[in-house]
Nanobody, 124 residues
């Protein structure tokens, strides 16, 4: 069982940056693939990025590639999402999620554990 708690969301102007954190409970954090998803009002939840257990393999949605960076620090049971050059269309609730297996799976249905999410709002 893993419990996930996100933090770091907020209101930022277009072009600005935010860093989201996701703190996980449990001693098996390093075994999980960790992902970030987002959901904007009236839209489906969408994959943003994921990272394998060691941090050596990452994947990104085309819409955030080159602007967002996912990383993890297993000693602190934490995964991060650094978001730069933010755009109004990045506005959404951002959730982290955990699953076993290999990275690169973009379906939210493949993830076993979810956080409550943190709101990111980008003003134009």
């Amino acid at each position: 069982q893993v419990q996930l708690v996100e933090s770091g969301g907020g209101l930022v102007q277009a072009g600005g940056s935010l860093r989201l954190s996701c703190a996980a409970s449990g001693r098996t954090f390093s075994r999980y693939v960790m992902g970030w998803f987002r959901q904007a009002p009236g839209k489906e939840r969408e994959f943003v990025a994921d990272i394998n257990w060691s941090g050596g393999t990452t994947n990104y949605a085309d819409s955030v590639k080159g602007r967002f960076t996912i990383s993890r620090y297993n000693a602190k049971n934490t995964v991060y999402l650094q978001m730069n050059s933010l755009k109004p269309e990045d506005t959404a609730v951002y959730c982290c999620a955990a699953r076993f297996g290999s990275p690169g799976v973009t379906s939210s249905h493949s993830y076993d554990y979810w956080g409550q999410g943190t709101q990111v709002t980008v003003s134009s």
